[in-house]
Nanobody, 121 residues
Framework: VQLQAFGGGLVQAGGSLRLSCAASGRTFSTYAIGWFRQAPGKEREFVTAINWGGGSTLYADSVRGRFTISRDNAKNTVYLQMNSLKREDTAVYYC???????????????WGPGTLVTVSS
């Protein structure tokens, strides 16, 4: 499966953005999808994940209540709605697909290029 994240951009603190992760391949609906982010000088960190059917989700404590993950398997797309953005949300955001469902990068086998989100004060 090939992945492409898009929708990043510049937004003011308190604003919202919606990222999309588009996937190719007929087996997309069998994969869990995770979102990770990496800020300059920092390690890649888990943001959120959704299982293959969309019935289970995981969130990092730092984004719970502000970010929402969802998926539309008919469109081979996973969405990340980000509200109440903070400066510390500034990072390159990556989506990844895997047969398992979890919070660690090693859970996921396929990664797409990231999309930059910049939150200004």
């Amino acid at each position: 499966v090939q992945l492409q994240a898009f929708g990043g951009g510049l937004v003011q603190a308190g604003g919202s953005l919606r990222l999309s992760c588009a996937a190719s391949g007929r087996t997309f609906s069998t994969y869990a999808i995770g979102w990770f982010r990496q800020a300059p000088g920092k390690e890649r960190e888990f943001v959120t994940a959704i299982n293959w059917g969309g019935g289970s989700t995981l969130y990092a404590d730092s984004v719970r209540g502000r970010f929402t993950i969802s998926r539309d398997n008919a469109k081979n797309t996973v969405y990340l709605q980000m509200n109440s953005l903070k400066r510390e949300d500034t990072a390159v955001y990556y989506c990844a697909a895997g047969e398992s469902f979890g919070k660690t990068p090693l859970t996921y086998n396929y990664w797409g290029p990231g999309t930059l989100v910049t939150v200004s004060s």
